[in-house]
């Protein structure tokens, strides 16, 4: 719920001075850029005064998002790739598999911020500032926002910045996606670039449930990303050291270049984020965006942006009443991570049961939280029953 907070006449008065907006958004990654871009697209917030903050320029190519959609979505000018062919392998199990009407598809960061921020530059009512968020909250029924050193307020602030780990309830559980990237170019053809490979799973699970994906550019360019979900990172030289063996091992390529690199973590929780805090909305991860079972956070945060529009035109407002989806689907996110962090089951057996005993479009709409009851009641039963079973039961 929305908290009503009281000021003084002094306190008011402060407020209706500089540095005032109707919103502020606070990151300008994926979730904030994808909230402003909603927002100017609909042409209805031409008259609002939107501040965007973020701690870098959005300048360099840092990460790349995958996702799978059906239709068109909103940033479809910019997908670099798209398959409608990808692969699944493990030790036990391989298959191509054939996921239309979906397509899996790729956004390059520096293509996803390029285009927002020329949209953004169209724009005479918005500005940008390159700070770090130190502080945010609400006053005066508004919120603040301090960074680097300096006050702002707005009637909203929409925030996708996690600035800590959360502290965790009983029950709730906290692992850590982390992966490492690296474009490779051949001088000979190495890949199809009509077939990604999803998940493998055939590299070393030492550390816990470890795959890789790769994703070809063309016949001699692809993104290979080494992958993890485990409590901690590992040293800079072991994610090298799983990417170099794969590349040799798996794509059987000796010669090759390193053309860009990329690194991330993200956070897989079963701890429900705070959808809202008096005036502040968050939004992305730290709105709780990301599906806790497998770190896709993309199509996550466009559902999530959409509703917070649809919201502010038709009722002033942006609160959402279920802002995480519903509630089943955090039920088995956590009954899964329970299952990861005391490797009562490895994450190559789980994901290789769903892929081989049902169809690859019911295990996506599964992992996008939009299965029907029926589609669940198929996936659920494929998979080992009594480790799920005692794991449900202690959650």
Not at 210 to 235: D, G, I
Request: hydrophobic share 40%; net charge positive.
């Amino acid at each position: 719920m929305k908290a009503t907070l009281q000021c003084t006449t002094h306190q008011s008065s402060i407020l209706n001075k500089q540095n005032k907006y109707d919103y502020i958004i606070t990151g300008m990654g994926c979730a904030g850029l994808s909230l402003v871009v909603r927002l100017i697209q609909s042409g209805k917030f031409a008259d609002k005064k939107i501040l965007l903050i973020d701690k870098d320029a959005k300048r360099t190519n840092d990460r790349t998002w995958c996702f799978w959609e059906k239709a068109e979505g909103v940033f479809e000018s910019i997908v670099h790739q798209r398959y409608q062919h990808i692969w699944f392998h493990a030790a036990s199990f391989s298959k191509l598999l054939d996921i239309a009407p979906y397509e899996y598809k790729l956004i390059r960061g520096i293509d996803f911020y390029d285009y927002c921020l020329q949209i953004i530059a169209t724009q005479s009512n918005i500005e940008t500032v390159q700070a770090t968020v130190t502080q945010m909250g609400n006053e005066c029924n508004e919120a603040y926002v301090i960074a680097n050193g300096i006050t702002y307020h707005a009637a909203y602030i929409f925030n996708s910045i996690l600035l800590a780990q959360p502290a965790l309830k009983p029950k709730e559980h906290y692992l850590l996606q982390h992966f490492k990237g690296w474009v490779v170019e051949t001088s000979t053809p190495a890949f199809t670039p009509a077939q990604a490979t999803f998940m493998d799973f055939r590299v070393s699970q030492q550390f816990g449930t470890t795959f890789v994906y790769v994703m070809p550019y063309s016949e001699n360019k692809a993104l290979v990303e080494y992958t993890l979900f485990t409590e901690s990172l590992l040293q800079p030289a072991q994610y090298k050291e799983g990417l170099k063996n794969y590349i040799q091992q798996f794509l059987k390529i000796d010669a090759y270049n390193i053309v860009e690199e990329e690194f991330g973590v993200i956070p897989m929780t079963s701890h429900r984020f705070a959808a809202v805090q008096g005036n502040i909305i968050n939004i992305g991860t730290a709105g709780g965006q990301t599906k806790a079972s497998s770190g896709y956070t993309f199509n996550f945060i466009q559902k999530h942006s959409a509703r917070i529009v649809e919201n502010l035109i038709k009722l002033k407002n942006p609160f959402i009443a279920l802002p995480h989806g519903p509630s089943r689907f955090h039920f088995y996110d956590s009954t899964l991570l329970y299952i990861l962090k005391n490797k009562t089951l490895s994450g190559d057996i789980i994901f290789s049961q769903l892929f081989k005993k049902n169809k690859p479009q019911p295990v996506l709409r599964f992992l996008d939280n939009e299965s029907s009851l029926s589609d669940e009641l198929k996936i659920t039963t494929s998979l080992p029953m009594w480790p799920f079973l005692k794991a449900a039961l202690r959650y």
